[in-house]
């Protein structure tokens, strides 16, 4: 079986309801290239892309890797991997660079090779440690009431993990917390994880994670600068809320370093910031070595990417807590089933690959809203109504937090 073609196509899906910090949020879609690999047996792998240089720059990386992986054997996939960095002189670049740019042939892939060996693609990691995949639900930022309804229905709806992002202003990170709890009760076991984005120096997380304690925080995520371990390890020494790193374990690299400083009690990871599904593979295997968890992060990801990211979370026995997804805020899908919830949990596709099926006509009714709607304007902001914190938003209820992303 070699590879015998690819192509991309740039689609644009409604979004529900704007979070101002997710791509596609001023334009109120998810917009990401769809990969398409083709086998000279007639094989197609399928993966997803997503856009941060704009679509049109992203289709056309995609689009002139054809050559590269031409008349390879698609199980050769870190080869390939590996080639197409080097073709693309991204090596040159960062590792976090190539991998956003590509990532989507890289998935599209594996899919290639859970179709050829009739087994979905948790089956080719060594089995499924579970079936059932728990993500949180994201509470953004608004006003009390807001964020206490949704809080419940994200309970109401079976989730067990609730969300929110602080570092936005010390009264407010207060009142946002206290808010959540009080609306899930103190002794529900709904757990609450709170993501700074590395907002604070040392001395102001620590301080300001002890005024949240009282709410019992599951993990706070990346509190300080992503480049400081001494930093972040300093903060975890302080508090008694479990440490999540983010930003500091980009790449297996990256999480290696993490891990031998203490600086977390825990790891999130993302295959498009690593070395793929190898390399995120690679840094929770290190982190179940060490005994610490893992965690999948993810920005506003269409259903191919969930289902993939359910395979790699379903193999490895150090994902143990909920999971980041925007998939519930998606109007509809390119698939022809789209993915369910239940109980806060997505059951793993168990058909090949990784367990998806294109729909055309979907292809095409995105593909067009890409052209009429997206097109373009991927990087123009409309002019938006500042918030009850003096920040412009999308809206009135929602905010834009700190700068780091």
């Known amino acids: 079986m070699k590879i015998k073609d690819l192509s991309a196509t740039v689609v644009s899906v409604p979004i529900k309801k704007a979070y101002p910090t997710a791509f596609g949020a001023f334009s109120g879609h998810v917009t990401a290239v769809i990969v398409q690999v083709l086998t000279d047996d007639g094989l197609v792998g399928v993966g997803e892309t997503p856009v941060l240089w704009g679509g049109e720059v992203t289709k056309m990386i995609v689009e002139s890797s054809r050559p590269i992986i031409q008349g390879s054997d698609p199980f050769d996939v870190d ?15 960062h590792i976090h660079a ?3 740019a590509l990532s989507g042939i890289e998935m599209a892939l594996w899919d290639l090779m859970g179709k050829a060996a009739g087994r979905p693609l948790y089956k080719l990691w060594g089995g499924a440690v579970r079936k059932k995949i728990p993500f949180w639900g994201w509470v953004a930022g608004a006003g009390a009431s807001a964020m206490a309804t949704e809080s419940r229905r994200f309970v109401k709806e079976g989730f067990t993990t609730i ?5 936005i202003d010390p009264e407010w990170d207060v009142q946002a917390v206290r808010t959540m709890r009080e609306a899930v009760g103190y002794d529900s076991g709904i ?9 604070w120096s040392t001395s102001t997380a620590i301080r300001m994670i002890k005024k949240l304690e009282r709410y019992d925080l599951e993990f706070v995520e990346q509190p300080v600068l992503m480049y400081s371990l001494d930093a972040l390890r300093r903060v975890r020494e302080a508090v008694d809320t479990p440490v999540l790193s983010h930003e ?25 910031f690593d070395a793929g599904f190898s390399g995120a593979r690679i840094a929770a295997g290190m982190a179940e070595a060490d005994g610490m968890s893992s965690v999948i992060h993810s920005f506003s990801d269409l259903g191919i990417t ?3 990211y359910c395979h790699l979370i379903a193999s490895s026995s150090a994902f143990l807590h909920a999971n980041q997804t925007n998939y519930y805020a998606l109007t509809d899908d390119v698939t022809k089933e789209r993915l369910v919830f239940r109980d806060g949990c997505i059951d793993v596709p168990e058909t090949p690959g990784i367990g ?3 729909d055309p006509e979907k292809m095409k009714r995105y593909s ?29 209820d929602w905010y834009s937090f700190s700068p780091h992303f």
Do not use: C, M
């Not at 969300?163 to 570092?167: F, Q, S």
């Not at 757990?191 to 907002?199: F, G």
């Not at 123009?380 to 938003?393: D, F, I």
């Open 163 to 167: 969300y929110t992002k602080i570092g």
């Open 79 to 93: 080869i390939i991997r590996r080639r197409l960095y080097a073709n693309h002189n991204l090596t040159h670049f």
């Open 356 to 358: 998806v099926e294109l």
């Open 306 to 308: 969930t289902s993939a």
């Open 368 to 396: 067009r809203e890409y052209e009429t709607k997206v097109k373009g304007k991927e990087f123009k902001e409309t002019a938006r109504p500042k918030n009850h914190l003096g920040v412009k938003s999308r809206d009135s």
């Open 248 to 272: 500091s374990s980009w790449t297996f690299y990256e999480a290696l370093k993490v891990i031998k400083s203490g600086a977390a009690d825990a790891i999130q990871l993302d295959p498009r």
């Open 98 to 100: 190539a991998s956003w």
């Open 191 to 199: 757990k609450i994880r709170v993501d700074a984005n590395q907002a």
